[in-house]
């Protein structure tokens, strides 16, 4: 396995876990046996992750664009999603693990809110990784609701035009307790965001990979990590400012 740093994982990785509709049909298997065995992947990436000593993961688990789907598909993964957190409860309440979503949960079927609200309330004082879940979420819907609450609170009174800041602003997003993803990894090939985190997403280091999201290993992970600790981030600044390196010119 790809040698890390310890120093140098990222605090907070987000996933897009592409690629299981694709690996089933490859398999001439239904599309839901895929997101059975995605949901394996996930295990196996949250039990890495916080073995690694990552402090937030997150998950891209159903989109905004996801209740498009044929209803059997949606009801397929809603029910996929309520046996997961009932039955990894145990084990997250073993590695300290927290709970949080984020997305419009006012979408989601009752009796998935209920089995998410329960397995939140019990992680709650969980003090290790945040596993976030974003469910019936979107990056510009999250914007907008966010857009809404900030107006509301300036036509009420609450803040005025000359507080609204960039930090203001992401106060007002469901990552508000989150720091902004360090890496983000897609798998299954494709080279887009699909309106997953856009305000947060802003300095992410990007990693693509061909690999189906069933397929995805232990050892895919390491070498997606091992390629972050190879990368230099430099937030709009120069290379030099980031290592401290003089430059002559500069003197
Ligand atoms: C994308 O693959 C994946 C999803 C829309 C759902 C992700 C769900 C899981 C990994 C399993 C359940 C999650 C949890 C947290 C238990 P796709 O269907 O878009 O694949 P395709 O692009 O090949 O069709």
């Known amino acids: 396995m790809t040698p890390l740093d310890p120093h140098k994982l990222p605090v907070h990785l987000a996933v897009i876990m592409d690629g299981n509709g694709r ?21 196996m990436v949250v039990e890495q992750a916080s073995l690694l000593g990552i402090k ?3 998950l891209f688990a159903f989109s905004s664009e996801n209740w498009s ?13 309520k046996k997961y957190m009932r039955q990894e409860t145990e084990r997250m309440m073993r590695k300290n693990i927290r709970y949080n979503v984020i997305g419009n949960r006012s979408e989601l079927p009752d009796d998935v809110n209920e089995t998410l609200d329960k397995a939140i309330q019990k992680t709650a004082a969980n003090s290790g990784m945040v596993l976030t879940l974003a469910l019936s979420y979107g990056g510009r819907q999250e914007l ?6 900030l107006a509301q609170d300036a036509v009420d009174g609450r803040l ?7 930090e203001l602003f992401g106060s007002y997003l469901d990552t508000d307790n989150l720091p902004d993803p360090d890496f983000l990894i897609r798998t299954s090939g494709e080279m887009r965001i699909s309106n997953f985190l856009l305000w947060q997403l802003a300095y992410t280091e990007l990693y693509f990979t061909e690999t189906n999201w069933p397929d995805f290993t232990i050892n895919e992970l390491h070498k997606a990590l091992a390629d972050f600790q190879s990368r230099e981030r430099r937030f709009g600044m ?5 290592t401290g390196r003089g430059h002559p010119s500069n003197a």
């Open 23 to 43: 690996w089933a049909q490859q398999r001439m298997l239904k599309r839901i046996i895929g997101h059975q065995r995605g949901a394996e992947t996930v295990k």
């Open 56 to 58: 937030y993961l997150t």
């Open 69 to 81: 789907r044929p209803a059997l598909e949606v009801r397929a993964l809603m029910t996929l999603l």
């Open 144 to 149: 907008c609701r966010a857009a809404a609450r």
């Open 160 to 166: 005025s035009i000359a507080d609204v800041t960039t």
């Open 238 to 242: 120069t290379g030099d400012q980031i």
